[in-house]
């Protein structure tokens, strides 16, 4: 039992870590659809197909559904919607490099909300994975030298929402771990595509003027994003964590960048900067830290569903 249980641990973890494998590799491919199509309506295009597949895939399991599990799941696409909504316009009024860093605060304030709202202990050596981390991704996402430090003299209203998609994205890695310990994680999985969808449709005219061209690398981008990165993304983010805690979920996500940086090269080929390297090795590091030094005291037992 324990060595299936630890193999049960183990997949989700490597599971976690194709899903961000995917999302450091989409970058390229969704930069380049861009030129294409209005960045709100490339998120609602992509929630959209991507809940038609898991409404099709799901269906036995949605049938079953209770308004206990519906809240659960609304709950936390109320949360992906504003991740997706608050960083796309928060871009428009920073720079890149300050959205990527910023959007990663949510490395931190995931172990940050579980200690003040759920009374959670983290262990010392995920304390030290999470800071590890978090320099990490200040190195690997803002550039060095005037230009880079210089866009952290001012903050400005595009950083401000930028802050508020950290917060919501790290409150959708905490309640996708709190709803797949009370229910099944396939109608979790849908409800939260489905409910980012219904949300992000409407708000495409409000917040943007939309348009797009429907070019092969327009339509490549929606349906890679929407079959992978969206669809079978989030059902195994939502399989994984009922065997592992919403902290090491967001450090596992902080390697997005990391992927993303090496696809750069290997596709792009952008040059590796050595201030981008010290970073990425930094990452791994706190990840490394927090898997295998945590304290096991403070840490889930292998295996077992918690409730974060």
Same mark, same amino acid.
């Given at each position: 039992?324990?060595?299936?249980?630890?193999?049960?641990?183990?997949?989700?973890?490597?599971?976690?870590?194709?899903?961000?494998?995917?999302?450091?590799?989409?970058?390229?491919?969704?930069?380049?659809?861009?030129?294409?199509?209005?960045?709100?309506?490339?998120?609602?295009?992509?929630?959209?197909?991507?809940?038609?597949?898991?409404?099709?895939?799901?269906?036995?399991?949605?049938?079953?559904?209770?308004?206990?599990?519906?809240?659960?799941?609304?709950?936390?696409?109320?949360?992906?919607?504003?991740?997706?909504?608050?960083?796309?316009?928060?871009?428009?009024?920073?720079?890149?490099?300050?959205?990527?860093?910023?959007?990663?605060?949510?490395?931190?304030?995931?172990?940050?909300?579980?200690?003040?709202?759920?009374?959670?202990?983290?262990?010392?050596?995920?304390?030290?994975?999470?800071?590890?981390?978090?320099?990490?991704?200040?190195?690997?996402?803002?550039?060095?030298?005037?230009?880079?430090?210089?866009?952290?003299?001012?903050?400005?209203?595009?950083?401000?929402?930028?802050?508020?998609?950290?917060?919501?994205?790290?409150?959708?890695?905490?309640?996708?771990?709190?709803?797949?310990?009370?229910?099944?994680?396939?109608?979790?999985?849908? +409800?939260?595509? !489905?409910?980012? %969808? =219904? *949300?992000? $449709?409407?708000?495409?005219? #409000?917040? @943007?003027?939309?348009?797009? /061209?429907?070019?092969?690398?327009?339509?490549?981008?929606?349906?890679?994003?929407?079959?992978?990165?969206?669809?079978?993304?989030?059902?195994?983010?939502?399989?994984?964590?009922?065997?592992?805690?919403?902290?090491?979920?967001?450090?596992?996500?902080?390697?997005?960048?990391?992927?993303?940086?090496?696809?750069?090269?290997?596709?792009?080929?952008?040059?590796?900067? +050595?201030?981008? !390297?010290?970073? %990425? =090795? *930094?990452? $791994?590091?706190?990840?490394? #830290?927090? @898997?295998?030094?945590?304290? /096991?005291?403070?840490?889930?037992?292998?295996?077992?569903?918690?409730?974060?």
């Amino acid at each position: 039992m324990a060595v299936r249980h630890m193999s049960r641990t183990l997949k989700a973890h490597l599971s976690l870590i194709l899903v961000t494998f995917i999302w450091g590799a989409t970058f390229v491919q969704i930069k380049a659809a861009l030129s294409d199509i209005s960045p709100l309506l490339f998120n609602a295009l992509r929630m959209v197909v991507a809940t038609t597949v898991l409404l099709i895939l799901h269906l036995p399991h949605l049938r079953k559904m209770n308004a206990a599990t519906v809240w659960a799941g609304a709950r936390v696409g109320i949360f992906l919607w504003a991740g997706y909504e608050l960083q796309t316009t928060g871009l428009r009024l920073t720079s890149p490099s300050k959205s990527a860093f910023l959007t990663s605060v949510s490395v931190v304030l995931v172990p940050i909300f579980l200690v003040i709202f759920w009374r959670k202990a983290i262990g010392r050596w995920t304390v030290l994975g999470v800071l590890a981390a978090f320099v990490g991704l200040f190195l690997l996402t803002v550039p060095g030298g005037g230009a880079g430090w210089g866009d952290f003299k001012s903050v400005n209203f595009g950083d401000l929402l930028t802050l508020g998609c950290a917060v919501a994205f790290a409150f959708q890695i905490i309640f996708v771990g709190r709803a797949t310990q009370h229910h099944a994680f396939q109608p979790i999985a849908f +409800l939260q595509i !489905a409910t980012a %969808a =219904v *949300l992000m $449709v409407p708000s495409v005219p #409000l917040l @943007e003027h939309a348009h797009i /061209v429907w070019s092969w690398r327009v339509i490549a981008a929606i349906l890679v994003t929407a079959l992978l990165s969206t669809a079978a993304a989030f059902t195994i983010q939502s399989w994984a964590q009922q065997f592992m805690p919403a902290t090491n979920v967001a450090l596992i996500f902080s390697l997005e960048p990391v992927f993303a940086w090496v696809i750069a090269y290997l596709v792009l080929r952008e040059s590796l900067q +050595l201030r981008a !390297a010290a970073g %990425a =090795v *930094l990452i $791994v590091a706190g990840l490394l #830290l927090s @898997e295998l030094l945590g304290n /096991v005291k403070n840490r889930e037992t292998v295996g077992v569903k918690i409730a974060v």
